[in-house]
C-alpha cells in the first residue's frame, strides 16, 4: 500500500524559511520521480519542484533560485527547502509519488 504523508508546513513571515518533507511508503522509492505542488485558494494545483530518479531537479520560475528540492532515498523522503519566502508562496503543499497525493501540509507567508 503507498502512502504518502507531508509535514513541515505552517506560518512564516515574509522573508523567511520552511523546509517541507514528503515521506512515502510502498513502491521502490528510489526509481520515482517526485514533486512538489502547491496550490493557492481559488487557483489550480501547480507544480513547484520534482526531483528525478537521478536526481535532476525543475523548479517553476516562481520558485527558482529561492527553492531547493531534495531526496534522501534511505529515509524514503524528499524536502523542500523554501528560502525568501513571500506572501504569493501561501497555500497548501502537496507531495505527488507513484500517481498518489498526500493530505498536504499548508503554508502561509504573511505578517
Known amino acids: 500500500q503507498v502512502l504518502v504523508v507531508e509535514s513541515g508546513g505552517g506560518l ?12 512515502a511508503s ?9 514533486g ?3 496550490q493557492a485558494q ?3 494545483r501547480e507544480l513547484v519542484a520534482n526531483i ?4 535532476i ?4 520560475d516562481s520558485a527558482k533560485g529561492r ?26 503543499y502537496y507531495c505527488k509519488y507513484r500517481g498518489l497525493w498526500g493530505q498536504g501540509t499548508p503554508v502561509t507567508v504573511s505578517t
Open 12 to 23: 512564516v513571515q515574509p522573508g523567511g524559511s520552511l523546509r517541507l518533507s514528503c515521506t
Open 26 to 34: 510502498g513502491g521502490i522509492f528510489s526509481i520515482s520521480t517526485i
Open 36 to 38: 512538489w505542488y502547491r
Open 42 to 44: 481559488g487557483k489550480e
Open 52 to 55: 528525478s530518479t537521478t536526481g
Open 57 to 60: 531537479t525543475t523548479y517553476a
Open 67 to 92: 527553492f531547493t528540492i531534495s531526496r534522501d532515498n534511505a529515509k524514503r523522503t524528499v524536502y523542500l527547502q523554501m528560502t525568501s519566502l513571500k506572501p504569493d508562496d501561501t497555500g497548501v
